[in-house]
């Protein structure tokens, strides 16, 4: 999975559309960045913009909308209802995918630098980028605001982390940062009494309430962290609700927030009907929440992503007020290009029609990569259906550890179809580069050895999932449901076609490629995984035809 950060800069200008049109038009210069969303507020005079994507992209884009805020608002002139100090007021950076808070803290300091040392901006460092955690607080940093700013920046202890230590009349000064995702959640009563409402929502606060004891009011804290809650009464659905920001979802994510106010609602004779996610949410906040879910019900967890994302929002009611569009609410599936997944979006019928036509995309290659994922999906189809045997209950978080480890290899294998045809594309556009000039020849002929070494490396990893799927189809073969062993056995032809296939397509790709070192290797370690890979094959059929003994 690529690594997927979120921006959320607030710019101080919330009226004047055209203005803000033209810093958002920056960020949607940039490759590789996906704007989500643009909320504008008139009464505090400030638009929240939403941005995800790749790191370096990110901060590309983050940087030229900087820059555009600084151009065309004037704060000397900015009146508004939400503290502020500077035309880009905050940017935090928030890790979405496969990638650390202290990687993405590195990204915000590259931000910040950028920032200070080339639009000469002071900036300051808060939250997880902030090395001093003295002045690690948003509040903290911006207290004073626009006006007394100018006082501030010349206190030693209130230098700017990057950028000129001189008030900056026009622009102000941004406040940059790295900051956990913050799910904004609200969970649906069966009452319309906001008072009990609110008393479910100090039950599980962080912050708590304040009680009585001898005499001495003391603060009792809830019982999750990162948590803010508050009851309210929603009008137009006639029910009370606890509205929750999760601060830290790492911390208390939102499947466990919602069993806590079921837990604590139910001692208060309050029964929780459903819930609401607002805004965008990480898919591993609802795939976490999934698998959640199913454990307690002692079921395999090793099912699809779609099936984990449908058992999430049932459990937790979150389609009770509206349809839930996973398309349109999960982050991962707003940043998905169609060209992605072309293929594997198609109807069988489609897909074997495209197999067949002219086209000389999808091949070989795609084919061994779809073979594979087909073989590793009866290996978890046989641990699902174990998982659930009758009798074997005591076995149910065994077999769903098999499945969840198949499920893992056939996602893979299904994105390298789609990732197959992409790489044969990529040598027909290197082809396709001009070459008049000797310049042009270098870059056509660099391009086309890039392209090449990507469509070798795609089928040799077709190859190496399908290999060690095998581990998983074997364990079916030798003990799971025994009335589902030639679906293992299948599933051991399939995994031995995707690597026979896969590596034809290697070797034929590397007939093309200069550098011989790199291809004697690729095929040396193309033919002992195809080896290993008949021979486990012969293991798990002969396993197979002992089972079925005839």
Known sequence: MPQIIECVPNFSEGNDMHIIKQITD????VEGVRLLNVDPGKATNRTVVTMVGNPE????????????????IDMSKHKGEHPRMGATDVCPLIPIADISMEETAKYAQRLAEKVGNELQIPVYLY??????????????????????FFKKIKQPEWKPDFGPAEFDAKRGGTVIGARDFLVAYNINLNTTSTRRANAIAFDVREAGRNVEENGVKVNKPGTLKSVKAI?????????????????????VPVHIAFDEVCKRADARGIRVTGSELVGLVPLKSLTDA???FLKKQKRSIGVSEKELIKIAVKSMGLDELSPFKPEERVIEYLLKKESDSKLVNMTLVDFADETASESPAPGGGSIAAYVGALGISLATMVANLSSHKRGWDDRWEEFSEWAEKGESFKSELINLVDADTKAFNKIMD??????????????????????????????????????????VIKAMAEIGNP??????????????????????????????????????DILQKGKEIENKTIALEQEILNIVDGKLGN
Request: charged share 20%; with cysteine; hydrophobic share 40%.
């Open 127 to 148: 939250e997880a980028a902030q090395p001093d955690k003295s002045r690690n607080n948003l509040s903290v940093i911006r207290a004073g605001e626009y006006e007394g």
């Open 26 to 29: 920056q960020i949607e210069l």
């Open 231 to 251: 009851g309210w009464f929603i009008e137009e659905y006639g029910v009370a609700q606890i509205s929750m920001n999760l601060t830290n979802i790492n911390t």
């Open 430 to 471: 290197a082809f396709g580069l001009p070459k008049s000039t000797n310049e042009e020849k270098v870059i056509r002929t660099n391009a086309i050895q890039a392209a090449t070494k990507f469509a070798i490396e795609i089928p040799y990893k077709v190859m190496e999932l399908s290999y060690h799927s095998m581990i």
């Open 290 to 292: 999934g698998k959640y």
């Open 57 to 72: 992209a990110v901060i590309e884009a983050a940087f030229l909308a900087i820059k555009k805020a600084g151009e065309l």
């Open 483 to 520: 009335n589902s062993v030639s679906d293992a056995g299948v599933g051991a032809l399939c995994a031995r076609s995707a690597v026979m296939g896969a590596f034809m397509n290697v070797r034929i790709n590397a007939t093309d490629y200069d550098d011989k070192g790199y291809v004697n």
